[in-house]
């Protein structure tokens, strides 16, 4: 493929591949040609397409799965992955949904990435979880004679 042939959805390709790579620990991965996948410790959250040829994406979805393959653009992602929610879309000559993308990118990472990382996503520090509080005994009683 030519470095300097474009596509349409390059934009939005762009645009969701800085998205999933603000996430803690991701980073990209490129497993195949044709790909330049979002990674989170080796594990891919995000099949990505590469510039220059229409936009594809296949995500982990395990809640909204059943939904986004109600969507025209939708089908179970190949490979015995749709099984296990994972959702493939591709966009050539229609508009990219992207803020629902990023819905998806992050349902997919939250799916895949070790949960200490999703925890600081959501307000803990993720160097320390904390422990849930430990109950109070009830004191001793005393035995009376």
Not at 49 to 57: K, R, V
Request: charged share 25%; glycine share 6%; aromatic share 8%.
């Amino acid at each position: 493929m030519p470095a300097n042939k474009k596509h349409a959805t390059d934009p939005a390709l762009k645009e969701l591949r800085a998205f999933g790579l603000a996430y803690p620990g991701a980073h990209t991965k490129s497993p195949w040609p044709g790909h330049l996948d979002l990674a989170v410790n080796d594990k891919t959250f995000a099949y990505l397409s590469i510039d220059g040829e229409p936009l594809a994406i296949s995500c982990k979805l395990p809640r909204s799965s059943a939904v986004a393959l109600m969507l025209p653009f939708c089908k179970p992602t190949p490979y015995g992955l749709g099984k296990s929610g994972w959702v493939s879309a591709s966009f050539d000559g229609i508009d990219v949904p992207v803020d629902m993308l990023k819905q998806w990118i992050d349902e997919s990472y939250r799916a895949q990435a070790p949960k200490k990382l999703v925890k600081s996503l959501d307000g803990a520090p993720a160097a320390k979880a904390t422990k849930p509080a430990r109950r109070a005994r009830p004191a001793a009683r005393r035995r009376t004679r």
